[in-house]
C-alpha cells in the first residue's frame, strides 16, 4: 500500500501527537455487572497511541464489554474511561459526542443500514456528523470504497453482498470518519470460512499503512500475532496475562493462558 | 323479489355521489390515523414519563371505546364547547383519532422490531438521535408494517357507513335515502355491497404495490 492511501493522516495537530508516548485510551477500576454477573472486575489498563492491541480469552471474559464501553453502547457501573485525556464515563452528552468522533467500531454482525446504498452508508456520517459536503464525503467513500476492494459495488445495497464484502464496506464506513481508535468485535466470527482471509488480510494492511490505534476482539489468533503490539489475555472479566505477542503465544506464563491458546489454535 | 335494473340505473347518480365521500373519508381517515399513528408511537418512546403517560391513557381510552359514540360525542358536544366542523370533517377525524391508536401499536412493533445493532452503529457514527430516527430506525420500521397498516385500511373502509350516524351521505346514507323513497332496497343495497368488496380489493393491491416498492 502506497503513502498516499486516504488513510494516511494528514498532520495534524488533533491526532496522535497530541499526546506523544502517552495514553490514548485508559480504564481505571472498572467494573461492569449484568444483573449479579460481574463481567469486567475492576479493571485497569490504558493503550498508547498508534498501538493494536489484542483482546482474547474465553467467551464471556468480558473482551466484547469492554469495546462497547469505548464505544459508549453501554456503561460502566464503577471506574472511570479516558479517551485522549477526556473523560467519557462520567461526561456530559455534548463532550461523550466529542470523544466518540475519535473512535470508530466495526461490529461482528455488520450492522450496515439496509436501506441505504453502500455508497451511502459511507456518507451518511461523514455528511451529518463531520459537516463535510456531499462531493467530499463521496470522494471520501469512493476512495475507501476502492481500498477494501468494492469500488463497483457504490449504488448496490448491502443485503445484496456477500458476508465478506458487507464486513469490508463495515470497515470502509468507520475509515470513512477517520477515527483514531478502531475497535474491532469479533470482526471475522460471522463470515463464512472462505471469506475470513480476505477481511483479515484487509484488516492487516490497515494495521500496517495507518497510525490508527487499534483494539481488536478476536479468535484469529494467527492474525492476533500478525499485527499486536500488545495481547491482553482475558478470564472472569480480569486481565490475568498482558505482553508480547511473542510471549503471549511463545511461553506464557499463566497456566490459564497456555490452556486457552492450545485449545484455540 | 325481483331484481330490476331500473332500479340500479336510477340509484347510480346518488351513488356516485355517495362513494365520493366514502372514498375522501377513507383517503382521509387513512392518512390522518397514519400520521397520528406514528406521532403516538414516538411519543411513547420519550424519556419523559410526563409526555408517555398521558398519550397512554388518551389513546388507551379511545382504543378502548366505541367508534359510534365517538362519533356522536364529536359531533355532538364539540359545538356545544364552540367547536363546529362540518359533518364530513368530524367523521375524518373520529375515524382518524380512532384508527390511529391501533396503527401506533403497528409502529410501535415495526420499531422494536430493527434490531439494535442498527442503533449500536448509528452510534457508533455519532448520527444525531433525531436523524437516527429518520434516516435510519423510521424508513426499515415504516417498511415492515405496510402489510398491517393495509389492514386498517380495509378496516376503516368496513366502518366508513357509521358516518351515516351524523348525516355524512356516504355509499350506505345514499342507498338507505333511495330505498326509502322508491321502497326498493335489494338493488342499492346489493350495489354498494359490490362496491364495498372491489375498493377493499383495489386497496389490497394499492397496499401490496407500495410494500413491493418499498421492499425493492
Not at chain 1, 147 to 172: E, N, Y
Not at chain 1, 177 to 203: H, I, W, Y
Not at chain 2, 145 to 171: H, R, W
Request: aromatic share 8%; proline share 5%.
Amino acid at each position: 500500500m502506497s503513502a498516499d492511501t486516504p488513510l494516511t493522516k494528514e498532520p495534524d495537530a488533533s491526532t496522535g501527537t497530541a499526546v506523544a508516548g502517552g495514553e490514548l485510551i485508559r480504564l481505571e477500576g472498572v467494573t461492569k455487572r449484568f444483573g449479579t454477573n460481574t463481567v469486567l472486575d475492576d479493571l485497569n489498563f490504558s493503550v498508547e497511541p498508534g498501538k493494536h492491541v489484542t483482546l482474547i480469552g474465553p467467551s464471556g471474559s468480558g473482551k466484547t464489554t469492554i469495546l462497547r464501553l469505548l464505544m459508549t453502547l453501554t456503561k460502566p457501573d464503577e471506574g472511570t474511561i479516558t479517551v485522549d485525556g477526556q473523560p467519557l464515563f462520567p461526561a456530559p452528552e455534548k463532550q461523550v459526542r466529542e470523544v466518540r468522533k475519535k473512535i470508530g467500531m466495526v461490529f461482528q454482525q455488520f450492522n450496515l443500514f439496509p436501506n441505504m446504498s453502500v455508497l451511502r452508508n459511507l456518507t451518511e456520517a461523514p455528511v451529518r456528523v463531520l459537516g463535510l459536503s456531499k462531493d467530499e464525503a463521496e470522494a471520501r467513500a469512493r476512495e475507501l470504497l476502492d481500498l477494501v476492494g468494492l469500488a463497483d459495488k457504490c449504488d448496490a445495497k448491502p443485503t445484496r453482498l456477500s458476508g465478506g464484502q458487507q464486513q469490508r464496506v463495515a470497515i470502509a464506513r468507520a475509515l470513512a470518519m477517520r477515527p483514531q481508535v478502531l475497535l474491532l468485535d469479533e470482526v471475522t466470527s460471522a463470515l463464512d470460512p472462505e471469506l475470513v482471509a480476505g477481511v483479515l488480510d484487509l484488516l492487516r494492511d490497515i494495521a500496517r499503512s495507518t497510525d490508527i490505534t487499534m483494539l481488536c476482539v478476536t479468535h484469529e489468533m494467527g492474525f492476533a500475532r500478525d499485527i499486536s503490539d500488545q495481547v491482553l489475555m482475558f478470564d472472569a472479566g480480569r486481565v490475568i496475562e498482558a505482553g508480547a505477542p511473542e510471549k503471549i503465544f511463545g511461553d506464557p506464563e499463566q497456566e490459564r493462558t497456555r490452556e486457552f491458546i492450545s485449545a484455540v489454535l | 323479489m325481483k331484481w330490476d335494473w331500473n332500479a340500479v340505473s336510477d340509484f347510480m347518480p346518488d351513488f356516485w355521489k355517495g362513494l365520493l365521500v366514502t372514498l375522501q373519508a377513507l383517503a382521509l381517515g387513512s392518512l390522518l390515523s397514519f400520521s397520528l399513528g406514528l406521532v403516538w408511537a414516538l411519543l411513547m418512546r420519550t424519556p419523559t414519563r410526563w409526555v408517555r403517560w398521558p398519550v397512554g391513557v388518551v389513546t388507551e381510552f379511545v382504543r378502548n371505546t366505541p367508534l359510534l359514540v365517538q362519533l356522536f360525542f364529536l359531533f355532538y358536544v364539540l359545538p356545544e364547547w364552540g367547536l363546529t366542523f362540518s359533518a364530513l370533517a368530524t367523521g375524518v377525524f373520529a375515524i382518524g383519532l380512532h384508527y390511529s391508536t391501533y396503527t401506533m401499536q403497528v409502529y410501535r412493533a415495526g420499531i422494536e422490531a430493527v434490531p439494535a445493532g442498527q442503533w449500536e452503529a448509528a452510534t457508533a457514527l455519532n448520527l444525531p438521535r433525531a436523524r437516527t430516527w429518520t434516516a435510519v430506525i423510521l424508513p426499515q420500521a415504516i417498511r415492515r408494517v405496510v402489510p398491517a397498516l393495509g389492514n386498517y385500511v380495509i378496516s376503516m373502509l368496513k366502518d366508513t357507513p357509521l358516518l351515516m350516524v351524523i348525516t355524512v351521505l356516504e355509499m350506505l346514507g345514499h342507498a338507505r335515502l333511495f330505498s326509502q323513497e322508491h321502497f326498493q332496497f335489494t338493488e342499492p343495497l346489493t350495489v354498494i355491497g359490490v362496491a364495498f368488496i372491489l375498493i377493499s380489493y383495489l386497496a389490497s393491491l394499492l397496499m401490496r404495490a407500495l410494500e413491493r416498492r418499498l421492499v425493492r
